[in-house]
């Protein structure tokens, strides 16, 4: 009977002391969370400081642009930059400038990334390596023959050619490529196995097996390669001349540093209403897609 006694009240004992880490460790958890969640919040508040000041200083009056927190919000900015940029047909012209490279960058970049992961030929790791190597080679040291090439073409007139002078240079991309392929590799290998068994081709394969399977990719390549056109201003600087033919980033660029916004009451007040008009867009679609942003990025990893 003691010895029964005495095993009970080590086993008591050994429970307290097992339980003590358990509950230390959950304190701590719940600590490092808290921390996590404050360090997130001000990073997010961080982030987010600029695109608030932007706007705040965009309807602000004159003599308050800067203040964190106007006395009252005032239009006239607005107005003044809407009547002297083209907000309109500068829109038009960024999502036909921004939409044939993101089109054209999604069927270059699946066809070559379903060739380089699923199709067996001769070089094939040395050609992906050379479209890695791509990557390393900055724009500004092939603008210029780029654009001696688009002059030769007449795509620098104004008109709706003009867009091919935009759209072309800037319509394939490395990142592109190297996204379509990663995502492929990933796709079970006994897919393609028997749909080759059953007599399909390479693209029967890729049109009714690999592309319905590859939304993600299409998704995260489609909201990456956006942010670069909507947000180019050196190349549409070189192509562009007529204001009715310019991206909207360009139009804002040059009504900032171009004088036309200090015949505002308020220049900064103006400028940042301009700039306001062009990150709207890219602000509604991240937060549309964030979602399948954040997916995409999880499901198309970098791993053979």
Do not use: C
Request: proline share 6%; no cysteine.
């Amino acid at each position: 009977m003691a010895e029964l006694v005495a095993g009970a009240e080590e086993q008591k004992a050994q429970a307290r002391t097992e339980s003590r880490p358990v509950g230390s460790s959950t304190r701590l958890s719940r600590v490092g969370h808290i921390v996590a969640y404050i360090v997130l919040l001000l990073g997010a508040l961080l982030f987010l400081f600029p695109f608030y000041y932007m706007v705040v200083g965009s309807i602000s009056p004159a003599n308050e642009v800067g203040r964190l927190i106007p006395t009252r919000i005032e239009t006239a900015n607005w107005h003044y930059m809407l009547s002297r940029i083209p907000v309109g047909r500068n829109l038009l012209n960024s999502a036909i400038y921004a939409g044939g490279v993101i089109v054209i960058t999604l069927i270059v970049g699946s066809l070559t990334g379903y060739a380089l992961a699923r199709l067996t030929f001769y070089g094939r790791d040395f050609l992906f390596n050379l479209i890695l190597l791509t990557l390393m080679v900055p724009f500004q040291l092939t603008m210029i023959p780029l654009y001696i090439m688009i002059v030769n073409f007449g795509w620098v007139q104004p008109g709706p050619r003009i867009f091919l002078g935009l759209i072309i240079p800037g319509a394939v991309n490395a990142t592109a490529v190297i996204i379509f392929r990663q995502f492929f590799l990933q796709l079970p290998q006994d897919l393609f196995d028997a749909a080759r068994i059953d007599g399909a081709g390479d693209l029967n394969i890729l049109w009714q097996i690999a592309l319905p399977l590859s939304a993600p990719a299409f998704l995260i390549t489609g909201l990456l390669t956006f942010i670069g056109p909507w947000n180019e201003f050196l190349w549409p600087l070189l192509v562009t001349r007529d204001v009715n033919w310019m991206p909207l980033a360009e139009s804002v660029a040059l009504f900032g540093v171009g004088g036309q916004a200090g015949g505002a009451a308020s220049q900064w007040g103006t400028i940042t209403s301009a700039a306001t008009i062009l990150a709207i867009p890219a602000v509604v679609i991240f937060i549309v897609f964030q979602r399948y942003f954040v997916q995409g990025i999880a499901t198309t990893g970098l791993k053979e």
